[in-house]
Nanobody, 127 residues
Framework: VQLQASGGGLVQAGGSLRLSCRAS????????MGWFRQPPGKEREFVAA????????HYTDSVKDRFTISWDNAKNTVYLQMNSLKPEDTAVYSC?????????????????????WGQGTLVTVSS
């Protein structure tokens, strides 16, 4: 499975971006997908996750009500719509896939449980 992330860029605070993560190779239609980010000089952190049907999602508290994760199974693509962006959202964003969807945010944030990772895409939010 290959994951290709795209959509990063430079945006002013308050603006919006939509990240895409397209999966190719074997089908991952039953996988859960997650987005992680790594701010400059900091550790990687969980952002959001979605189950294979799109019916369940998790978000870290700092992005709730601003970010939305969604699945387009027909396109094998997961999206992260990011609104009301803040300078502290500046980071390299990466997508990842795992075979199960955990019931808690903490469990979904365990990046060691993800089998496949895409390359990162840089999001820079200027103040």
């Amino acid at each position: 499975v290959q994951l290709q992330a795209s959509g990063g860029g430079l945006v002013q605070a308050g603006g919006s971006l939509r990240l895409s993560c397209r999966a190719s190779g074997r089908t991952i239609s039953t996988y859960a997908m997650g987005w992680f980010r790594q701010p400059p000089g900091k550790e990687r952190e969980f952002v959001a996750a979605i189950n294979w049907s799109g019916g369940s999602t998790h978000y870290t508290d700092s992005v709730k009500d601003r970010f939305t994760i969604s699945w387009d199974n027909a396109k094998n693509t997961v999206y992260l719509q990011m609104n009301s962006l803040k300078p502290e959202d500046t980071a390299v964003y990466s997508c990842a896939a795992r075979p199960d969807f955990a019931t808690t945010v903490q469990a979904m944030g365990a990046f060691t449980d993800y089998d496949y990772w895409g390359q990162g895409t840089l999001v820079t939010v200027s103040s």
